[in-house]
């Protein structure tokens, strides 16, 4: 499987970005899909994550103002942020796992090459 993300770009605080992440491969809907973010000088963190059957799963700093969603058909997961804010500031990848959750980076078992996010005060 290959991840390519996309959608990333400046936005000022308060704005919006939709990520999109489509998937090669076939049995796109056996994978559990996951949104992770690295800031500069810091690990990589769970952000968001759907499971097969739709299951949505966000951390703390993401829930109420991220959505994930994923088009099965498109092979594409994506993730709806609004209310940026400046610490949501980092690199976003997308990653995947068959059959199983991903809430931490050494989980997935495919990973995505990234696209920055840059939120400005």
């Known amino acids: 499987v290959q991840l390519q993300a996309s959608g990333g770009g400046l936005v000022q605080a308060g704005g919006s970005l939709r990520l999109s992440c489509v998937a090669s491969g076939s049995a796109f809907g056996d994978y559990e899909m996951s949104w992770f973010r690295q800031a500069p000088g810091k690990a990589h963190e769970f952000v968001s994550g759907?499971?097969?059957?739709?299951?949505?799963r966000y951390a703390g700093s993401a829930k109420g103002r991220f959505t994930i969603s994923r088009d099965n058909a498109k092979n594409t997961v994506y993730l709806q942020m609004n209310s940026l804010k400046p610490e949501d500031t980092a690199f976003y990848y997308c990653a995947a796992r068959r059959f199983a959750r991903a809430t931490m980076w050494s989980q997935a078992e495919y990973w995505g090459q990234g696209t920055q996010v840059t939120v400005s005060s």
């Open positions: 759907i499971g097969t059957t739709g299951l949505r």
